[in-house]
């Protein structure tokens, strides 16, 4: 672990992120916050208010909808006005902060949603933390674990040089606004900055010169 990494600044891509419930983990790295997603999650649950029904590690606010037939594996947060729909998966640690919506047969593994952020239908998102108002068109991929590698540890790259993080799954830091069209891939390890639009079809691969 290369401790210049210490200078990402999830405050710069999620302008909100020090006044959220994820603030007492500020000094963390993205990816430590989702390698520890379920206890995280936990924790956040215990310090909920009263307009959150829990039960079993689920945590549901009062004016959330959850369609019949969406899977909801504890521990699990879904914040005020959020939507999930059927077909839905949500494990390992999901924290949906408010107006989010998890559409039919998309997937959230250990990840972290802000406000307004939505996956349309038959997305993935693994091991991500995603900003507010952030739109996944239809079938967009955010990949968390590098098979095509002999070695799986994830690498960031970051003012144009690369880091190892010492860990094998990690999806992407994604800022405030962006914008992910319909079948796009984004490859383990991206940092997205605030408003970026990635095109249908396109791959973000931001370690695509390495080899593996």
Known sequence: MNDELARINISRYIANFNCS??????????????????????EIIQGLPSEYDVSDGIALHQSAIIEDGSILKAPVVIGPRCYVAAGAYLRGGGWLQGDCIIGPGSELKSSFMFSGSKLAHLNFVGDSIIGERVNLEAGSIIANY???????????????????????????????????????????????????????????????????
């Open 146 to 212: 590098r098979n095509e590698w002999s070695n799986h540890d994830i690498k960031i790259r970051d003012d144009g040089r690369l880091f190892c993080i010492g860990i094998d799954k990690f999806g992407a830091l994604v800022g405030d606004g962006a914008r992910i069209g319909a079948n796009s891939v984004i490859a383990p390890g991206a940092l997205i900055e605030p408003d970026t639009v990635v095109g249908r079809l396109t791959l973000i691969d931001q370690c695509s010169a390495l080899s593996a």
């Open 21 to 42: 419930e994820l603030f007492p983990w500020d000094g963390n790295r993205p990816w430590n916050i989702t390698f520890t997603a379920s206890k995280i999650v936990m």
